[in-house]
């Protein structure tokens, strides 16, 4: 079947969101506000984006518990946590603006756990100075879709559900200025123009075979980018998350929430060891605990007792566990153990953790109150991106924005628990600002080249025409064993050229792809039209890790274990120019010296 | 291993069957996996939704050996039977197999007048205390997996109540603002005599299928039903507001601060579109 130009229906908006996540959402409610037409789209129903996977806060230094926290403390332990490869810029942004989106939140209905005062709580998680995190139990990211998903209906912002977008189009300048994509109920094609396009995509998780994130995760926003031209950084960065679920083997990748490690949940090794003492990094080790008693004191007493080793970074507690399983000291399905039974009451427990109190008991027949977890990394987060301004998160082609998981720079080389949540609504505002200054000044009405339009239409229809082709299924379950395999937590250069050729071989296999039955919600079809996406960010991760040689935050390279100064004053920049897929180190934007000043006190 | 056969409902809104498929069980699985094995090999066109796969989204709700369910927190090792049913949900229309039309909670949810909050304090922020706001966030727990809506007999078994019923979930929806310690609007008039609050019988089915455990019934229905009667027949509220004048919100004067409201004469089906306000 031919798609011609009449098979496609069209709407016209000032700004098109794709994505209804955290970020998506704020973007809409900020161009809404400002009286522009927005469109929002989503692969799924609005309300189940992966934000609300999101379990243990959102960090912002609103000083409630410790009032000696303030935005340049969180600045500082961005960057640091991040390697100091963040963007600058973004990671103050973030820092400044958090709690007034916190507040906001709160403002619009949102129900956080409270202290004594009255006031929002706040809890201790990963490589925050102090117990930062705003939350609502361990259901978080819950409470904040649902805020903004009220807020943005109460507005009449028009969300366009199950809809998944194949392309953005420009028009005769290359500006872009639409987009085009299929219905998933109908299979039937939609083509939106608009001014301005704000991706909010989310993540990439999907490629790999143990992750923490849905079927949308498909780095369908990267991609969309990327095949538009525009610069992306630090692809190389993905984090694993120390804590997934490693049993039964249906939920393996499931997320285990940091803030389990934040109440007082201690990992040992299968000789009852608290083996994280072993793993101190010379960068943390004048503000970590060395002895247990120290390390337990910290929960209760954070001015005289220096803190646990066990809420070190994301990025070294992962590689930590690695180590242990691969020195035969990890628990019996592969992980090692997380213990929280021994720190809080039963009923603490459960009015603090309740969704991983059902979670375990549930699905995996722990009683989380009584034994211990099993845990082990789960790839969790995309640090890289697409490279924005950060003040108005526009990429580098015009008419593209980007907020959330899928622009880079804000986290550098690993990214701190609770400061996705907080990234989502401050760069999702931001975001949805630039749009609106740049749809403002856009002059006359998009027109976007349907020449394109129909390219990528017929290029998403061709599996059905296919005769005795693949299953989309069967290319999926490669690509994550691939990159599984050879390009997970540890990395060296001849397994990610192995990954390399892998690659190369599925994506002449997509173009082989045959799928049965109708385009009405085909589940099999709907896969076929993400795995370009997935193998395209796939590439971008294994070139980035190649390239990058050396070991920083969340990229890990066995044959470079240590950072390498040089290479952490560089983003490694991935762009297509003149349809060949270039990839460069380009310097860091300078921090000013006064913010440089808040990292001198150490050596 | 043994063998399961899972039948599983096929088709879409002009109607269908059940198709049988056989598979290995595997241990620790939920009905989840078990269909995703179906797409993965047998059907690769078999529709359903689904998210998190983790009992927090809400998206894969069904209907398992006849009870309403998240197929992603079923395990299968507490069915009995090596035969295995899966219908989609009863209460919506088909679209395909196991994916149905939810977009009636959708226009409900345009229905309600949104959270409304009073003055901050002097700082511009909020105080409440935990155990003010237990109740609400009890009710903020719900992931909107309809299950509630699909089993509610007044929706499920009349259609036409659809018109009339927003259901239990947005009377949760409806609890969680009223109980809400900062919120300022009164939508009791609204839920009266639009949004159907009296059509529930506290049959209770729905706290029986919640996967998040809400007690919808005790603790958001019931509470809202005597909130309900007391502003429309306590004698002594009655008079209060003759003496001191003030009128509670009518029905009408809350539907104007509601995103959009359905038109309340269209008795053909389900309204498409809602009237914007």
């Not at chain 1, 250069?493 to 192995?498: D, G, K, M, S, V």
């Not at chain 2, 796969?53 to 395990?75: N, Q, V």
């Amino acid at each position: 079947m031919t798609v011609v130009e009449s098979d496609i229906t069209s709407q016209t908006f000032d700004v098109l969101i794709i994505g209804a996540g955290g970020a998506g959402l704020r973007a809409a409610i900020e161009t809404r506000s400002r009286g522009l037409s927005t469109a929002v789209v989503c692969k799924s129903l609005f309300g189940k984006a992966h934000t609300v996977m999101a379990e243990g806060g959102i960090a912002a230094s609103l000083g409630n518990v410790y009032p000696e926290d303030g935005w340049k403390v969180h600045f500082r332990d961005t960057v640091r946590g991040g390697k100091m490869l963040n963007n600058w810029r973004m990671a103050q942004l973030h820092a400044q603006e958090a709690p007034d989106r916190v507040l906001e939140l709160e403002a619009w209905g949102a129900l956080f756990d409270r202290t004594d005062d009255g006031r929002i709580h706040q809890r201790d998680f990963g490589g925050h100075k102090y117990a930062r995190l705003a939350h609502v139990g361990d259901r978080t990211g819950l409470e904040m879709i649902r805020t903004l998903q009220y807020k943005a209906t109460s507005m009449g912002i028009e969300v366009f559900m199950e809809c998944k977008i194949l392309r953005l189009l420009t028009d005769s300048s290359g500006n872009i200025c639409g987009a085009i994509g299929y219905w998933r109920p109908s299979g039937d094609l939609i083509l939106f123009k608009a001014k301005a396009v704000i991706l909010a995509t989310g993540g990439i998780g999907k490629s790999w075979k143990y992750t923490s994130n849905s079927w949308e995760s498909t780095g369908d926003g990267h991609a969309l980018a990327f095949q538009a031209g525009a610069d992306m950084i630090d692809m190389e960065c993905v984090q694993f998350h120390p804590t997934g679920m490693v049993w039964p083997l249906s939920v393996r990748g499931l997320l285990v929430t940091e803030g389990v490690r934040g109440d007082g949940g201690v990992l040992r090794n299968s000789e009852n060891q608290r083996f994280m003492f072993n793993y101190i990094p010379e960068m943390f080790r004048a503000e970590t605990a060395d002895t247990e008693e120290e390390a337990d004191r910290w929960y209760t007493d954070h001015s005289t007792a220096r803190r646990t080793p066990d809420l070190l970074p994301r990025d070294e507690v992962a590689r930590a566990i690695n180590s242990e399983v691969k020195a035969g000291r990890g628990s019996p399905h592969g992980g090692v153990f997380l213990d929280i039974s021994t720190r809080l009451t039963p009923d603490e427990i459960k009015r603090k953790l309740p969704s991983m109190y059902a979670q375990f008991l549930e699905l995996a027949g722990v009683d989380i109150t009584k034994q211990p977890m099993e845990v082990g990394p789960t790839c969790h987060y995309m640090m890289g991106g697409v490279r924005v301004n950060a003040d108005t998160e526009a990429a580098t082609v015009p008419g593209i924005f980007a907020a959330g998981e899928v622009a880079g720079g804000m986290h550098g080389a690993n990214r701190l628990g609770g400061n996705s949540l907080s990234d989502l609504v401050v760069f999702g505002r931001r975001a949805g600002m630039g749009a609106a200054d740049y749809a403002e000044s856009f002059s006359g009405e998009p027109e976007p080249d349907m020449k394109q339009a129909l390219e990528a239409a017929n290029e998403a229809m061709r599996p059905f025409s296919q005769e005795n082709g693949e299953s989309p299924y069967t290319l999926q379950a490669d690509l994550q064993d691939c990159m599984q395999n050879l390009v997970g937590i540890i990395r060296t250069e001849t397994e990610l050229r192995q990954a390399l050729d892998k690659i190369s071989e599925l994506k002449d296999r997509l173009g082989r792809m045959a799928v049965n039955g109708g385009k009405e919600y085909n589940p099999g079809w709907n896969l076929a039209t993400d795995l370009p996406s997935m193998l395209s960010v796939s590439e971008m991760v294994t070139m980035g890790a190649l390239e990058r040689k050396e070991s920083r935050g969340g990229h890990t390279r066995n044959d470079f274990p240590g950072p390498d100064p040089e290479l952490g004053k560089v983003n490694f920049v991935q762009r297509m120019r003149d349809d060949q897929h270039v990839i460069q180190p380009e310097p860091l934007l300078e921090m000013p010296d006064e913010l440089k000043a808040l990292f001198e006190d150490e050596h | 291993m043994s063998e399961v056969t899972m039948n599983v409902w096929r088709g879409d809104s002009n109607g269908g069957n059940f198709e049988q498929y056989k598979l290995e069980r595997v241990e620790g699985e939920v009905v989840l996996d078990v269909v995703h094995r179906i797409q993965a090999t047998l059907a690769p066109d078999l529709a359903c939704r689904w998210n998190c796969k983790a009992g927090k989204c809400g998206s894969c709700s069904a209907e398992i050996d006849g009870k309403p369910s998240l197929m992603c927190m079923t395990r299968m090792d507490t069915l009995p039977n090596d035969t295995i049913t899966i219908t989609p949900m009863k209460t919506f229309p088909i679209i395909k197999d196991l994916v149905t039309d939810v977009s009636f909670n959708y226009v409900m949810a345009r229905q309600i007048p949104p959270f409304t909050p009073g003055d901050p304090e002097p700082d511009g922020t909020y105080r409440m205390q935990q155990v003010d706001i237990d109740r609400a966030q009890e009710f903020h727990k719900c992931i909107e997996c309809f299950l509630c809506q699909d089993v509610c007999h007044v929706i499920r078994d009349h259609e036409v109540n659809k018109l009339y019923y927003a259901g239990p979930r947005f009377f949760v929806r409806l609890a969680s603002l009223e109980m809400h310690p900062l919120d300022t609007v009164d939508r009791r008039a609204l839920m009266r005599e639009y949004l159907g609050l009296g059509f529930c019988n506290i049959t209770k089915c729905c706290t029986e299928v919640c996967p998040e455990h809400i007690k919808i019934t005790d603790n958001a229905i019931i509470p809202l039903k005597e909130r309900v009667v007391d502003a429309s027949y306590d004698p002594i509220a009655w008079l209060g507001r003759k003496i001191r004048r003030k009128s509670k919100t009518t029905a009408e004067e809350a539907y104007e601060l509601a995103p959009a409201r359905v038109a309340p004469t269209s008795l053909d089906g389900i309204p498409a579109t809602a009237v914007e306000n």
